[in-house]
């Protein structure tokens, strides 16, 4: 097993561990099953955070190893504290003024072609995913158990870094790396328009 599966196990067990709290007679009509999907397609179903993901797995395609698996690792790990933040009602201010302000970042980052130190690019991916976990955080559905619902969330959270990186891979040829860039500034639109309530 490589380093980089163990740490995206052992990222899954701590967001798991620090969500599951309570979970145990939470198990009203949506149980595991219905935790599981709501956690899924909440990341997925919301434009803001699909574009802020995508981006990361992009951003760490084009900074190249070690970036291309750690900015997906440290995203979801610290997503889960964001998320704890907002489970537990402590209040975090323009949470979605964060959201949109992460796609602005992330995108302008990658059209600009921005090769940053790793410790920064880490510390810009944290911060942004704090926002987007407490956004999971505080509509976590009373009736859901909230491991699955966690679960899902990571879940999906990863599939969209990992579009991303898929994505980010084309930098690899000389009109890939012109394609890349040009998603970065299609996600800085669009985190624009969320900004500016547009859409």
């Known amino acids: 097993m490589s380093e980089a599966t163990r740490l995206?196990?052992?990222?899954?067990?701590?967001i798991?561990?620090?969500l599951a709290p309570g979970s145990v007679e939470a198990h009203t009509e949506g149980g595991l099953?219905?935790?599981f999907i709501s956690g899924f397609t909440h990341p997925i179903l919301g434009w803001d955070h699909v574009v802020a993901m995508v981006a990361v797995g992009m951003w760490g395609a084009?900074?190249?190893?070690p970036a291309i698996w750690l900015l997906p690792v440290v995203f979801p790990l610290v997503m889960s504290f964001g998320a704890a933040l907002g489970i537990i009602g402590i209040?975090?201010?323009a949470v979605e003024t964060g959201i949109a302000a992460s796609a602005v970042v992330l995108g302008l980052l990658i059209l600009f072609a921005a090769k940053l130190p790793l410790w920064a690019a880490n510390v810009i991916v944290a911060v942004f995913a704090v926002f987007h976990g407490y956004a999971h955080g505080i509509e976590l559905p009373e009736a859901t158990n909230s491991f699955a619902y966690a679960a899902g969330f990571v879940i999906a959270t990863g599939?969209?870094?990992?579009?991303g990186i898929v994505f980010g891979l084309l930098i690899a040829w000389p009109f890939g790396?012109?394609?890349v860039r040009a998603g970065g500034g299609v996600i800085s639109v669009v985190g624009l328009?969320?900004?500016f309530g547009i859409v």
């Open 8 to 14: 995206v196990i052992f990222g899954v067990v701590i």
């Open 16 to 18: 798991a561990s620090i």
């Open 33 to 35: 099953a219905g935790g």
């Open 62 to 65: 084009f900074l190249g190893p």
């Open 91 to 93: 209040p975090i201010p």
């Open 159 to 163: 599939l969209l870094h990992l579009i």
């Open 177 to 179: 790396a012109y394609a």
């Open 193 to 195: 328009a969320f900004l």
